[in-house]
């Protein structure tokens, strides 16, 4: 069970001393103290509504990872500097988590990046997950990103998919050093599994590199960008617009995206070729189960597969964990780049 | 650095899923028939059957496969599927399964129910995997997985070459061949089971398995070993002072009683799982993680560990029984009171021993091995120690340094730990020993396969890397013999020589205190 005490800090030049001391009586009178930190975990948060949401679950990974965290609260909800540190008992071992939070609604970026460079540990990554409304549109954004390895965003479920999947094919472009990893993509690991399941068996597979349609109904336009691109991606297709791929053998591939269901949710695909449509979808009576088939000439029975959601703290602690650059990743939202014409 | 990503433009001749690059599932099994033997005991409840609809849900089974049951007590289809639905539900990591998927995973499970002996039954079960191929698209590939008593092992076998289900008598696709420990009772005993396997199937089609190789940690061995370079220049006798392997357990023989009285722990655990451990940790490195090329160094270091004569067996080895005493707040009674065992047993339920190994690398450095049940505590780990440092410069603080040692932890807790001495703050020279931890569950974020779901995975990939070589079966049983025939020939006449819940028997201590040493605390 964790447990925590925090204290308000007056001048950031007295955080370092202040969280010694923490970690000192949080460890217990009498013991060795020896504090690890594996990363600097910063937190950005700007919508209110979301705040809690956001907190909550980077607290969940800072329990689990020694980290110092960095929360930078730009909803106006809070100010000033707090510190505090937390303890929590693992597997026989202590684990001190260190988190320093920052309200920064009325800070310029300048003042912002210049007291995360001083906050963070040197010689420890940097991961920023930035939950703001705008990357690189803010300079904080841009000002945080050259003092991160990693960067965690995630793309779906907001009004603007289109536009931040635009931002983040500039932001590969601009920072190819950083290793990025968008949620929207992670999500879509369980669907992009059951599409290679189609392929699996051999008698199937050349019909792969003969697909005419893709057809994709999703809550989130991001994740459907993202599965088009990386379907395409895979056996090279080029993207000549938003409605249509081109194969290496110059053939045409139309694809059709279709809003439906909740955000973030990938609710129907199906792959047409000359002679067979194979068909994904979530089952009626269980969200949480997919059908698949295949009909005409290569036709197959039906199957059920799993459908592993995996929630966003275990999205998140994935790509801190994976930490460098997904080159799948990479070469999906290049294909990407070319279905948005950026 | 950047992996190289490969995209693939045609499909002609595409021999793997271009779709499945950079998948958590690189390669799924091909369709495939796996009959179970002995699908009304324990092992299939609580392992096999959990294992198979946990790959399933982790789509590592390919979507054409079947599953029968074959046992010698009579149910029919819908009754096997029923029982194996609850075995689900009450041992599966994944808790209790759920329609539609469970309906749809049963409709691929069948039962034949038959003597082992009855030739008509086998008839029945070539019968069902042919309906298999046809209406389930199993291609003709069987895996068949021998969960039954060894006494069983070469009538199934023989069986199944009577009916044509042997592979030579095969037309398509591939058959497998799981055989579960222990492989024979003795080295005659394994070298007569080999010989009845031999006739049927040859080496590439038999997986002998040993599910301690499918554990995480286990695998992380040569992780450690051959994926870093900080360890391997100093794996040597020249920095290695010993080397300790235990695998403790606070259970007792439960409702094995007949079989282990009859076994024992030397068989039951270091002829095994311990004797590969160690092959592991002193193996020179192999030119590929392929199976043949890891089989091969297990094998040469288990050719190089010095026999001991049935003599030298006393001086090399100690053994224990428990009598009653106290498990995590409860009273438990003694080995001899538990059910189905021999009051008078003679029966080891300890087994401790040191092992040598000629070969420059380790040439005079011990490795120090044991088991037992009822121990006080459930703990499996490999402590390599390393030497004292040549020359103490702080002595004059009276401080001890610890010789450093790494510990690869294997279970409860999974990961690797190092010790090693640092200054304590302050004005004056202190040393203490500290420990850095590694823990794979908080590194990694995830949690373990259990060791069946991996190993049945890797018998329908045909990977054989993690099963047990029958040149190391028998090497294995060549070690161990000597013990065994001393300890047959001679009463333990201190039987129960520990009590339940302690750290073992005083003659296990007293085997390292002859070299000045002594046991890792358990």
């Known amino acids: 069970m964790a447990e925590n005490m925090t204290i308000h800090v007056e001048s950031i030049s007295d955080v370092a001393g202040i969280l010694e001391r923490l970690c000192h009586v949080r460890a217990g009178a009498g013991e060795m103290t020896a504090s690890a930190v594996t990363m600097n975990f910063v937190v950005f948060i700007d919508d209110p509504q979301r705040r809690e949401w956001v907190l909550e679950r980077a607290a969940r990974i800072a329990e689990k990872h020694p980290s110092r965290t960095i929360v930078l609260d730009s909803t106006g909800v809070a100010s000033g500097l707090d510190v505090s540190c937390n303890k929590r008992e693992s597997g026989g071992a202590t684990i001190l988590n260190e988190r320093i939070d920052v309200g920064v609604a009325t800070l310029g970026h300048a003042t912002i990046v210049g007291m995360v460079r001083q906050l963070t540990v040197a010689g420890c990554p940097t991961i920023l997950w930035w939950s703001g409304a705008r990357l690189l549109e803010s300079r904080t954004f841009s000002g945080l990103v050259e003092l991160a390895d990693a960067v965690v965003v995630d793309s779906s479920g907001r009004a603007r998919d289109e536009a931040t999947l635009r931002e983040l094919v500039e932001f590969q472009r601009r920072y190819p050093h950083v290793a990025l990893h968008d949620l929207a993509f992670m999500r879509l690991a369980p669907w992009r599994e059951m599409i290679a399941q189609f392929f699996d068996d051999p008698a199937l597979r050349d019909d792969l590199f003969s697909l005419t349609a893709l057809e994709i ?78 009909e005409g000439k290569r036709a197959k029975a039906g199957w059920l597969v799993p459908l592993h959601a995996v929630d966003n703290t275990s999205l998140i602690e994935r790509a801190i964990l994976a930490g460098a650059r997904d080159p799948i990743f990479e070469t999906t939202l290049e294909t990407v780049r070319g279905l948005l014409g950026a | 650095m950047q992996t190289e990503v490969t995209t693939v433009a045609r499909g002609d001749g595409q021999a793997t899923n271009p779709l499945r690059e950079g998948l958590a599932t690189d390669r799924i099994a091909d369709p495939c028939t796996i009959v179970f033997f002995g699908a009304a005991g324990d092992l299939t409840k609580r392992m096999l059957m959990p294992a198979m609809w946990n790959l399933r849900l982790e789509d590592i089974l390919p979507t054409k496969f079947g599953i029968v049951g074959f046992s010698r007590s009579p149910r029919s289809n819908d009754e096997f599927r029923t029982d194996m639905k609850a075995a689900v539900d009450q041992f599966s990591r994944s808790g209790p399964a759920k329609d ?41 590939n069987r895996l068949f997985y021998l969960a039954t008593p060894p006494s069983v092992f070469g009538t199934i076998i023989q069986q199944l070459s009577d009916v044509g289900l042997g592979p030579k008598d095969q037309a398509e ?58 360890f391997e220049p100093i794996w040597n006798r020249r920095y290695v002072d010993c080397i300790q392997i235990t695998a403790a357990e606070t259970v007792g023989v439960e409702s ?39 089989r091969d160094e297990k094998f040469k270091v288990l050719s190089a560990v010095r026999p001991t004569s049935a003599e030298q067996a006393a001086q090399m080895t100690a053994r224990g029984q428990y009598g009653a005493g106290i498990i995590d707040g409860k009273q438990v009674p003694s080995y001899r009171q538990e059910p189905d065992v021999d009051p008078n047993s003679n029966t080891e339920t300890y087994a401790a021993a040191k092992f040598l190994i000629d070969n420059w690398r380790w040439a005079d450095v011990p490795f120090y091995v044991r088991s037992g049940k009822r121990l006080a505590r459930k703990y499996s780990e490999i402590a390599v120690t390393f030497r004292q440092i040549p020359h103490r410069i702080f002595g004059e603080m009276g401080d001890r340094i610890e010789s450093n040692t790494l510990v690869m932890k294997i279970q409860p807790e999974e990961g690797v730990s190092i010790r ?26 995830v949690t373990t396969a259990p060791a069946y779901e991996r190993l049945i995975g890797d018998a329908m990939r045909g990977d054989a890397t993690l099963f047990t070589r029958w040149d ?42 002859a070299d000045g040493r002594e046991w890792r605390k358990i």
């Open chain 2, 472 to 513: 190391a079966v028998e090497r294995a049983w060549e070690l161990v013999m000597p013990t065994l025939e001393c300890w047959k020939a001679t009463r333990a006449e201190d039987f129960p020589n520990y009590a339940a819940g302690a750290q073992g028997p005083a003659n296990a201590d007293a085997l390292l205190a």
């Open chain 2, 256 to 294: 094995r009683g007949s079989y282990y009285d009859n076994a024992g722990t030397l068989r039951d655990m270091i002829q095994n799982h311990v004797l590969n451990l160690l092959a592991l940790v002193a193996m020179e490195p192999p030119i590929s993680p392929s199976a043949d090329h890891i």
């Open chain 2, 173 to 230: 696709g591939w058959t497998r061949i799981v055989i579960e420990k222990p492989f024979g009772t003795d080295l005659d005993s394994a070298r007569s089971l080999q010989a009845e396997v031999a006739k049927v199937f040859d080496e590439r089609q038999t997986y002998r398995i040993d599910h301690y190789l499918g554990k995480e940690p286990v695998q992380d061995i040569m992780a450690l070993r051959f994926a870093n370079v900080i």
């Open chain 2, 420 to 445: 090693f001495n640092a200054k304590v703050p302050g004005p004056k020279m202190h040393i203490r020993a500290v420990t850095m931890d590694f823990n794979y569950g908080t590194g990694f974020g």
């Open chain 1, 217 to 294: 109904e999703s809550g989130s336009e991001a994740e459907a960008l993202y599965l088009g691109g990386w379907l395409g991606s895979r056996i090279s297709w080029e993207a000549t617009d938003p409605r249509t791929f081109r194969t290496s053998r110059g053939e045409t591939v139309l694809f059709t995206r279709t809003p439906r269901g909740e955000g973030r949710r990938v609710v129907r695909v199906v792959l047409t070729s000359g002679d067979s449509r194979y068909l994904a979808q979530l089952a009626e009576d269980d969200e949480n189960v997919v059908c698949l088939s295949v």
């Open chain 2, 100 to 140: 539609p998927l469970w309906s749809d995973f049963a409709q691929h499970l069948s039962y034949i129910s038959g003597d082992f002996n009855d030739r008509g039954a086998f008839k029945k079960l070539r019968g069902t995997l042919d309906a298999n191929d046809k209406q389930l698209g199993t291609a003709g």
